[in-house]
Antibody, heavy 121, light 106 residues
Framework: QVTLRESGPALVKPTQTLTLTCTFA??????????VSWIRQPPGKALEWLAR???????YYSTSLKTRLTISKDTSKNQVVLTMTNMDPVDTATYYC?????????????WGQGTLVTVSS | DIQMTQSPSSLSASVGDRVTITCQAS??????LYWYQQRPGKAPKLLIY???KLETGVPSRFSGSGFGTDFTFAISSLQPEDIATYYC????????FGQGTRLEIK
């Protein structure tokens, strides 16, 4: 059974760095074609893709946020970590991690439940 | 970056109605178009992949069509449990989502 779960601070201060962890089960990020992405959703607004990491450690970032984002993985722990620097109140959102398995397609087939991050002093 | 223009932004319909949502890509995305349903407080759920293929377990009243830049999502007979926000997503190079369509029951 495939599951993903996001964890991290619920509250961060402006200018701080956010670190989120996605812990998953039911698949391995060493399997060719396996990828994990981060996606966020401000309250009442649309989904926004942030970053992706692949089984071979290839990394992709949102064009508008790439200077602030770093994605990494720990295959042995089944974890993917996202860091976002210089947090601002506009970064308040629910952050999701989701899986892509490219031999099947380019869609997010499994999602975590999301974690709400509020940016406020 | 590819922009996705989704319309309408909100929609009110009666149970049993046929409902359609459109999504237009700013450039050709082949059939790399996906539709998700998001109920309040929940993560998105995949309904349609590769523009027209129904995800396993999704009711057949949901359908998708289109290729290139213009895509349509439809619910053939609206049910009360279909109340949600629907998103299109493309993945030609880097992924992006439409702005969403909030579906309500009249």
């Amino acid at each position: 059974q495939v599951t993903l779960r996001e964890s991290g601070p619920a509250l961060v201060k402006p200018t701080q760095t956010l670190t989120l962890t996605c812990t998953f089960a039911g698949f391995s990020l060493s399997t060719p074609g396996m990828c994990v992405s981060w996606i966020r959703q401000p309250p009442g607004k649309a989904l926004e893709w942030l970053a992706r990491i692949d089984w071979d450690d290839d990394k992709y970032y949102s064009t508008s946020l790439k200077t602030r984002l770093t994605i990494s993985k720990d295959t042995s722990k089944n974890q993917v970590v996202l860091t976002m620097t210089n947090m601002d109140p506009v970064d308040t959102a629910t952050y999701y991690c989701a899986r892509i398995f490219t031999p099947q397609g380019r869609y997010f087939d499994y999602w975590g439940q999301g974690t709400l991050v509020t940016v406020s002093s | 970056d590819i922009q996705m223009t989704q319309s309408p932004s909100s929609l009110s319909a009666s149970v049993g109605d046929r409902v359609t949502i459109t999504c237009q890509a700013s450039q050709d995305i082949n059939n790399y178009l996906y539709w998700y349903q998001q109920r309040p407080g929940k993560a998105p759920k995949l309904l349609i992949y590769d523009a027209s293929k129904l995800e396993t377990g999704v009711p057949s009243r949901f359908s998708g069509s289109g290729f290139g830049t213009d895509f349509t999502f439809a619910i053939s007979s609206l049910q009360p449990e279909d109340i949600a926000t629907y998103y299109c997503q493309q993945y030609d190079n880097l992924p992006s989502f439409g702005q969403g369509t909030r579906l309500e029951i009249k």
